[in-house]
């Protein structure tokens, strides 16, 4: 449900950008995304998608990287463990609050050294990563549309 | 805000360091909403390098690497949890140098370690900071950087700080260190 939709006038992108809309989209994304809204502002209009667009290819890299290391005859949990370690200061910097967590238990499993278990968490991350790219990809098209239409309202159908 | 800073003299100038790129882009903008210049770097050896200070080589005893005058720095904020040098690392090498130890260093984690709080503030941290680092967060570096500010400009009119003597973070109303 877009309860801002209901408020959102002519200042359509201003709204968005600098009243720090919060967006909590089910759970996915928590505060530390409308913070990251209120930095946007004139002066820079992308931030936005410029740490999306990062934590994307950063989070594409470290899920790659836990997939082949994960993949070794001998598992590497050290190895493992720093790169949920990056996948969750990321996750939690963007706001992306169920990739954080799957992540903190993904550390405790790499403690415990099981591999099985740091296996199904793998897939589990992966889940949660590609639902918050969802997310994150509709927020940005909507803050495009809204730019687009010079500020008026758009179509929300796909987000009912 | 700032308004006491901008006329007389340029911008405070902050070295951020962290080894992610989406925290280092976080930093610097929450650093520029300040007005503060900033340079960004990815590990503690590009820091020290930057301050001159690799090779524990400080810039005044030999300029070998071609560093005629020091590097203006007004803060340092590092994370923690780095390759190589850690955050730790980097704040006993700024303690240790001639040049830099009165610079304030900040300290940023994603960890909530009291252990690891605690030494950092032994060893000279000013404040500690649990990321995600907030704007809230980045208004408290300001009465660290007028403080710098002040010793360093012995003519400017006095500026009524209530600094207390001892290394407890103190709370500061940033209005109250303005003119």
């Known amino acids: ?160 | 805000m700032g308004g006491g800073v901008a006329t007389e003299t340029h911008q405070f100038h902050v070295l951020a360091v962290d080894d992610s790129i989406i925290d280092r882009k976080l930093i610097e903008r929450l650093l520029k909403t300040s007005s503060y210049q900033v340079t960004a770097v990815d590990s503690g050896v590009k820091a020290l390098e930057f301050l001159g200070l690799l090779d524990d080589v400080d810039v005044d005893n030999t300029d070998s690497n071609s560093h005629h005058h020091k590097v203006e720095v007004n803060l340092i904020i590092t994370d923690y949890c780095m390759p190589a040098i850690t955050g730790y690392d980097l704040l006993r090498k700024i303690k240790e140098s001639k040049l830099f130890k009165d610079i304030p260093v900040v300290i940023m984690s994603s960890e909530n370690v009291p252990s690891r709080i605690n030494s950092c503030m032994e060893q000279g941290a000013e404040e500690f900071f649990l990321k995600p680092v907030q704007q809230s967060d980045v208004n408290k570096l300001r009465p660290h950087l007028m403080r710098g500010r002040k010793s360093q400009n012995h003519k400017r009119k006095p500026v009524e700080e209530c600094l207390s003597p001892d290394r407890t973070r103190t709370r500061y109303n940033n209005h109250d260190l303005e003119l």
């Not at chain 1, 820079?44 to 410029?50: A, K, M, R, S």
Request: include cysteine.
């Open chain 1, 1 to 160: 449900m877009w309860r801002f939709a209901k408020r959102l006038k002519n200042d359509g992108i201003e709204f968005l950008s600098n009243q720090g809309m919060a967006v909590v989209v089910d759970g996915f994304l928590d505060g530390q995304f409308s913070q990251l809204q209120l930095l946007q502002d004139e002066s820079n209009p992308d931030f936005v998608l410029e740490v999306v667009s990062l934590f994307f290819e950063d989070s594409e890299r470290l899920l790659n990287d836990l997939t082949i290391a994960l993949d070794q005859q001998n598992v590497e949990f050290k190895k493992i463990d720093a790169h949920v370690h990056q996948l969750k200061g990321s996750s939690s910097s963007i706001g992306a609050q169920r990739v954080k967590n799957v992540c903190i238990a993904f550390r405790n499993l790499c403690d415990e050294q099981n591999a099985e278990g740091c296996l199904r968490c793998l897939q589990q991350v992966k889940q949660e990563y590609l639902l918050v790219k969802t997310k994150l990809e509709a927020l940005l098209r909507l803050e495009q549309q809204i730019v687009a239409a010079g500020g008026a309202i758009p179509m929300l159908n796909e987000f009912c």
